[in-house]
């Protein structure tokens, strides 16, 4: 016998920039696929507003600039504030270490 493993998928419609956009999503990611589509459209909407002029096809390449740029900053603190924990982890680890020497 084989167990196979069945992922629940919901079909669900997103709307960006007034179309209506069908994605199946599994059961879990629904809420959040939505937040998702939600963030981009909005982002779609404000560079809409601020570049009026421009075709679609160009309002969603530099929307999706934006977005990645907001991505890759957020990356870089985490990956800052990552080091700056291991690098506490570490002295805490020789302060320990130094303790230990001192006990023994």
Avoid: H
């Avoid at 990611?29 to 779609?44: G, L, S």
């Avoid at 809409?48 to 740029?69: G, H, K």
């Amino acid at each position: 016998m084989t167990n196979t493993w069945r992922i629940e998928m919901e079909s669900i419609k997103v709307n960006i920039l007034g179309k209506q956009i069908p994605l199946k999503v599994e059961d879990s990611e629904v809420e959040n696929t939505r937040k998702i589509a939600q963030y981009v459209d909005e982002k779609f909407k404000l560079f809409r507003n601020q570049f009026s002029n421009q075709p679609d096809s160009t309002i969603m390449i530099l929307a999706c600039l934006s977005i990645t740029e907001e991505l890759f900053e957020l990356r870089t603190e985490l990956n800052q504030s990552d080091e700056k924990e291991s690098e506490l982890m570490d002295k805490i680890n020789d302060e320990i270490s130094k303790l230990i020497k001192d006990i023994s």
